[in-house]
């Protein structure tokens, strides 16, 4: 697969004012919907997430009717509900120096300088209004003895600005979002579908119009139509198959969309967490994520030999490599997720990796112990390390962690402009859905940030604008389109049920997923990448001929849900080895090895490479166009990280 | 290891069901209980069988989508969730029987698959406090002192799977409802709704044909999050308190 | 539930603690028993304290009994189907509250018709319970379904006055300790209380 190279794209949303006045300059000049037309407006809904979540719920408030689906049993069990450290705001209620303005900043040079600073600056603005949303809420942050709201400092920023529910952030965010949805589901605003799956979106003239969606249970295929369409189905990070993603996550949802027109940006944006429990055997279904803030007590070595199969006890201080603490002396055990998994990552391929399969490092907090004493280690971290030996069956206060890198955030996502639109008029895509605002790499305890911050403040401001500027006239439902969108997804799951080949969904995704990793994981190079682009559409063909999904599709068939979400995977994988092949430069989570400094380190190229990647899609397995959106810096003036 | 299962299958909510039984070998230690339903259900497909549906998501025990019936236990003998229960905590050879949480409130959708949206609906009767987006004000407003800020938090953990319900033998939620009560009614923040949300959320967990309580205690037992049992008095006093107010408010 | 038995609850202390005076001998037993019926004297006219009580206490049981119909028939109803692998739940205090409730329901009617109306009493002499109770318990069934009804009066009241701490909302987590060592308590020295008179009968320590 190839690429052509098409007209550039930019977004033309954002006022040409100064940065801090944009937001406000916006929302001004966006239309308005009369309150009491709202009513006659449905908007579509996907996921129920942070993102999600708090978008129905603030529609369903301004008025507007409201028809959302999940295909989990509940809106509560969506995937934000695992996220764990916190959520960042530019409170400074530390007086320590914090602002809109640096949050703002922080976030474009975390993100290594490929994201939009429109929107980046708008989500440090709206960040201390989500604070003050979800406190209202009843969101049992984590106070102090005085009443007041406590704080973190997270991921390596130098302010302390994370606010935190214990280990459970995003459950307590979640929730928040999920009551606020709840009120208005029983209020009658918002009317809910569970365990149904959006299968594609409904495009009449040139606009989003609706989607297709399948019932979970009784495998109904049914058509709902709106006057706009939100996507908040979350990141694509199961790809991989081995992720920190729930099992049910999945791309199809933006994937059926960037199919009917939605350009999708940067997919090779991916983010790959350091602090995660390594895999203990071939049978492993997901990954589970630990928290960072380990780090912060913990060190990380591995054998200085290759193969050393020692009890890490018996292994003495001199033979042993604290090898970020060598590499990196000022930053230590603290430098960014990007470096931390690149690191461990290279001593395995060194062979000097520990565990099962030597896919590990150690993370020992035996000199914290000696330091602080066991109790104050587990007053910190009590609950992380029994959620380890609960895990591994190993007791982390006498003998290291053992912990390796895992897929944990995608970047990337459907191309929106400065009001969240995707080049589809009508269709919105919010949260991790969207590609807006971490450019090449997500700083830690902003992905609930921006997910609250597009749902409850973003998205209900600017889609008033797109909803006024009318008509839109009710589409009949044997409306070509429609008629057509309903065929395509009746075929394809028929044609599913009806291969029934030897290998099971599974296995082709596990195999999917191996690639991707080995190829265009932690780090990417030319030769890799070709390679898996030769193979995917090779797998992919395989796919169709051998795959076998027992049941019919009239009933709850696990099976054909799962085989049909794997199938746009194997779409949308050439699509981010193609982007990771196309960007020769390393920027945040994608390290090209052609592209690094002589020790080591991601060098940027911002000659050549400065700008956002929009794919157009073409046609399956066709040559996808490339649009540039070209990024300007004319507040966070781009420089090379330096962690050494 | 090897193991004989005994899972409890039925096709639809329609449908009778009953406990077949299966061998699954070379079983690690290492594994959670669902992904040695991972083993058995490829190799049902590959055998041309229907694979054993059940719920599950994030795997990490804080969605409260997985939760099934394990020798006669919610969640299996360890206080935690199914998806991280592991296999160690079972021997060579072991009989495990598999059932679907039994309630009338959650009927069976298909094998270990329940309906539980009549939590959701519980929920929708009033565990919310009422603030449109926009509307709230700053967040130090108010100081929560933090022992209240801690009881809501040991409240608000839990995570919905409904194993107290499972558990109970009347099929009661009242766990389930007292922690969502609890959690919200501490709050300074959900004073104005305090009588309101406890009265609509008890009457909405009766409509949805949940049993009463008969203070067994199972439930506590049951849940992996540890809400526990005095939750239930305290959501008890609630309502009593409720149930005054409300009747020196229709006095007055 | 809770209600109701709390008011029974407070009765069966007094009856009790009525009931040890047995060991001072017929005349005071016999006197004190005269005396009950002489509570709220002048103003009420003899006996009708005791009827006022009596009628109360018939209505809580009869509410107790009602309310525990209802509430097993919601409970059942709740949950349908019952798991194919069964396994002991709960204490036996908590799994035997219906059927205990039932056999205390049957031995108060027998209870009634023994030392109140004495219709079915050995003896039956008017105004004479020492001697009733005595000629009762020189009966070896009489002292089996005492025995039994005392035991099973234990367990409910065990389980029976945490639950309706708990119902009425008086369990914390601080007090919930304290409120169990009660409920044995207060089940462990009523039903001894109770056992002691048919125990000091059948040994001839009463006689």
């Known amino acids: ?644 | 290891m090897n193991l004989t299962l005994r899972i409890w299958r039925q096709q639809s909510s329609e449908e009778e069901g009953a406990m077949v039984t299966y061998r699954v070998e070379d079983i690690s230690p290492d594994m959670s209980f669902l992904e040695m339903l991972d083993v058995l259900n490829e190799e049902l497909i590959l055998a041309g069988d229907e694979p054993v549906a059940f719920d599950h998501d994030c795997r990490e025990g804080i969605c409260g989508a997985c939760g099934m019936v394990i020798n006669g236990q919610a969640h299996g003998p360890e206080r935690t969730t199914t998806c991280q229960l592991h296999m160690r905590h079972f021997k060579d050879g072991d009989t495990v029987d598999v059932e679907p949480w039994r309630a009338a409130a959650f009927p069976v959708v298909k094998d270990l698959v329940v309906d539980r949206t009549a939590f959701d609906r519980v929920i929708q009767a009033g565990g919310y406090i009422s603030v449109p987006t926009g509307s709230a004000p700053e967040a130090h407003a108010t100081a929560v002192p933090k022992e209240a800020a801690d009881f809501a938090f040991e409240h608000a953990e839990c995570i919905g799977c409904g194993a107290c319900v499972a558990a109970c033998p009347n099929g009661s939620a009242m766990l389930f409802t007292s922690a969502k009560v609890n959690h919200l009614n501490v709050l300074p923040q959900g004073q104005p709704e305090r009588e309101t949300r406890v009265l609509d959320m008890v009457a909405a967990m009766d409509d949805q044909g949940f049993g009463g309580c008969t203070n067994t205690g199972e439930c506590a037992t049951a849940c992996p999050k540890g809400i526990p049992l005095p939750s239930i008095a305290a959501m008890n006093r609630e309502y009593l308190r409720a149930l005054r107010k409300e009747k020196s408010r229709s006095k007055g | 539930m809770a209600g109701t038995g709390v008011i029974m609850l407070l009765f069966l202390v007094a009856h009790m603690l009525g009931n040890l005076k047995i060991f001072f001998g017929a005349e005071e037993f016999n006197g004190y028993a005269a005396w009950l019926r002489t509570i709220g004297e002048p103003a009420l006219h003899n006996s009708w304290y005791l009827y006022i009580q009596r009628t109360g206490l018939v209505v809580a049981v009869v509410l107790h009994g009602v309310a525990a119909y209802q509430l097993s028939k919601r409970d059942i109803r709740a949950r349908p189907a019952k798991y194919e692998h069964k396994r002991q739940r709960a204490s036996y205090a908590t799994r035997t509250m219906r059927w205990g409730g039932v056999i205390l329901g049957l031995y108060i009617v027998w209870h009634i018709l023994d030392l109140t109306t004495l219709t079915v009493n050995p003896l039956g002499k008017e105004h004479h319970p020492y001697e009733n109770i005595v000629a009762d318990f020189r009966i070896w069934w009489v002292n089996v379904v005492y025995i039994v009804a005392m035991l099973a009066l234990g367990l409910h009241i065990r389980h029976g006055f945490w639950s309706a701490a708990q119902t009425l909302g008086a369990v914390n987590k601080r007090r919930d300790r304290a409120l169990k060592i009660t409920a044995n308590v207060l089940a462990a020295s009523l039903t001894a209380g109770f056992l002691v008179v048919p125990v000091a009968v059948m040994t001839g320590l009463v006689d």
């Open chain 1, 1 to 644: 697969m190839d690429y052509r190279l098409g007209e550039p794209i930019a977004d033309t949303k954002a006022p040409d004012v100064p940065i801090a006045e944009r937001w406000d300059r916006r929302r001004f000049e966006a239309k308005l919907v009369n309150p009491a037309n709202r009513r006659k407006h449905t908007v579509i809904v996907v996921g129920t997430g942070l993102a999600g979540g708090a978008a129905g719920a603030t529609l369903a408030e301004q008025g507007y009717h409201v028809v959302q689906f999940c295909y989990q049993d509940s809106p509560r069990r969506a995937h934000s509900i695992a996220a764990q450290g916190g959520i960042n705001a530019a409170k400074n209620y530390r007086n320590d120096g914090d602002s809109v303005h640096r949050l703002f900043y922080d976030t474009v040079k975390g993100g290594d300088f490929r994201a939009r600073e429109s929107n980046v600056h708008r989500l440090a603005e709206v960040s201390v209004q989500i604070i003050d949303q979800c406190v209202a809420q009843g969101v049992p942050f984590a106070r102090e003895y005085g009443g007041l709201l406590d704080t973190r400092s997270f991921g390596g920023v130098q302010v302390s600005r994370t606010f935190y529910a214990r280990g459970q952030t995003g459950q307590q965010l979640l929730l928040g979002a999920y009551q606020a949805l709840s009120r208005q589901i029983d209020a009658g605003n918002v009317e809910l579908h569970a365990r149904t799956e959006m299968l594609d979106l409904i495009v009449v003239d040139g606009k989003a119009r609706g989607i297709v969606a399948r019932d979970l249970v009784t495998g109904e295929v049914s058509v709902h139509m709106g006057d706009a369409v939100v996507l908040a189905s979350g990141g694509y990070g199961n790809v991989f198959y081995l992720s920190t993603n729930a099992k049910g996550s999945n791309a199809t949802a933006i994937w059926r969309a960037h199919r009917r027109g939605a350009y999708f940006a940067n997919p090779c944006f991916t983010q790959i967490h350091p602090t995660c429990i390594p895999r203990s055997g071939d049978h492993q279904s997901k990954l589970t994520l630990m928290s960072e803030s380990l780090r912060n007590d913990g060190r990380i070595w591995v054998p200085k030999a290759k193969g050393d199969t020692r009890p890490p006890n018996e292994i003495p201080e001199d033979e042993r490599d604290y090898y970020l603490e060598r590499i990196y002396p000022s930053f230590g055990n603290l430098v960014p997720r990007d470096i931390a998994s690149r690191a461990a990552k290279n001593v395995c391929d060194e062979g000097r990796g520990v565990g099962p399969g030597g896919q590990g490092v150690y993370l020992d907090f035996a000199d914290a112990i000696a330091r602080m004493g066991r109790a104050k280690v587990e007053e910190k971290y009590g609950n992380l390390f029994e959620m380890y030996e609960r895990i591994t069956a190993e007791d982390p206060y006498t003998r290291p962690m053992r912990i390796y890198p895992a897929v944990h955030y995608t970047m990337g996502g459907l191309w929106v402009d400065y009001d969240l639109q995707t080049t589809v008029p009508g269709l919105f895509a919010i949260g991790e859905a969207n590609f807006s605002d971490h450019g090449a790499n997500r700083l830690g305890a902003s992905a609930l940030m921006q997910g609250l911050g597009d749902g409850y403040f973003v998205l209900p401001a600017t889609i008033n604008d797109y909803l006024a500027r009318g008509p839109h006239d009710t589409v009949a439902p044997d409306h070509p389109a429609v008629a057509e969108a309903v065929a395509e997804v009746e075929d394809r799951l028929n044609l599913l049920l009806a291969v029934d080949g030897d290998r099971t969904p599974d296995s082709f995704h596990r195999e999917l997923g191996e690639l991707l990793w080995d190829e265009c994981g932690m780090a990417r190079t030319e030769a890799g990448l070709r390679k898996a682009l030769e193979r995917i559409p090779a797998l992919r063909e395989e796919f169709w001929r051998r795959v076998k999904v027992p049941g019919s599709g009239v009933e709850l068939n696990q099976s054909l849900e799962k085989a049909n979400r794997v199938a746009d995977f194997l779409e949308l994988a050439e699509l981010m080895c193609l982007d990771a092949l196309h960007r020769a430069e390393s920027c945040g989570g994608h390290f090209r090895e052609e592209s690094q400094t002589p020790d080591g380190e991601a060098m940027r190229d911002d000659e050549n490479f400065s700008y956002a990647a929009a794919w157009e899609f073409t046609g399956s397995g066709e040559d996808p166009v490339l649009h540039k959106e070209a990024l300007d810096f004319e507040y966070v003036h781009p420089t090379q990280r330096s962690y050494a």
